[in-house]
């Protein structure tokens, strides 16, 4: 079955750019999204088809995908963007989710 | 505005059988594809199953696949996962979301609890 890496926890200082990464095998010939998860709280999706945000997003969250590794950036990164970060993608199956990366601001 | 709201959740024994429920309000359901996924305390996310507007075409993930049925009433905006021979690792939380395939869950509803234990 297809899989989806992601590193289990990337830091990231105030107003500093984080990337947050997707490893898949030939994961540049798929759409690709991102979900933010907070304690508590359901899913938002943050970018769709590799690069697009949806309305309400903030323009700091970027993505882009290419080869075998998909990225998410946030640029300016804010107190609030804490959160666990999943990356996504329609294979086979067919949905795969990635193992999610924990995001810590400090 | 959209939303999702899902029921069902409990506490059931293994083995047991549980129906959980979505309705759907504030969009044209019928015309939509709709998924369940689920998170395991303190795990990730996991796709559980997807179904068509029309049921057309349903899939799910080997983990549940012949335990678990999706199903949807487009007459009442409702989407329906029947769960039935429930082990222990079927214990999460469980979300109904509106699916646009490639480009994403765009819609979450609040999220149900199963917790499977004797």
């Known amino acids: 079955s297809y899989e989806l890496t992601q590193p289990p926890s990337v830091s990231v200082s105030p107003g500093q750019t984080a990337s947050i990464t997707c490893s898949g095998d030939k994961l540049g010939n798929k759409f690709v999204c991102w979900y933010q998860k907070k304690p508590g709280q359901s899913p938002v999706l943050v970018i769709y088809?590799?690069?697009t945000r949806p309305s309400g997003i903030p323009e700091r969250f970027s993505g882009f995908n290419s080869g075998n590794t998909a990225t998410l950036t946030i640029s300016g990164t804010q107190a609030m963007d804490e959160a666990d970060y999943y990356c996504?993608?329609?294979?086979?199956?067919?949905?795969?989710f990635g193992t999610g990366t924990k995001l810590t601001v400090l | 505005q959209v939303q999702l709201v899902e029921s069902g959740g409990g506490l059931v024994k293994p083995g047991g059988s549980l129906r959980l429920s979505c309705e759907a309000s504030g969009f044209a359901f019928r015309d939509y594809y709709m998924s369940w996924i689920r998170q395991a305390p303190g795990q990730g996310l996991e796709w559980v199953s997807y179904i068509s507007s029309s049921s057309t075409f349903i899939y799910y993930a080997d983990s549940v696949k012949g335990r678990f049925t999706i199903s949807r009433d487009n007459a009442n905006n409702s989407l329906y996962l029947q769960m039935n021979s429930l082990r222990a690792d079927d214990t999460a939380v469980y979300y109904c979301?509106?699916?646009?395939?490639?480009?994403?869950?765009?819609?979450w509803g609040q999220g149900t609890l199963v917790t499977v234990s004797s």
């Open positions: 979301a509106r699916d646009q395939k490639y480009s994403g869950n765009d819609y």
């Open positions: 088809q590799d690069t």
């Open positions: 996504q993608a329609w294979d086979s199956s067919p949905y795969v």
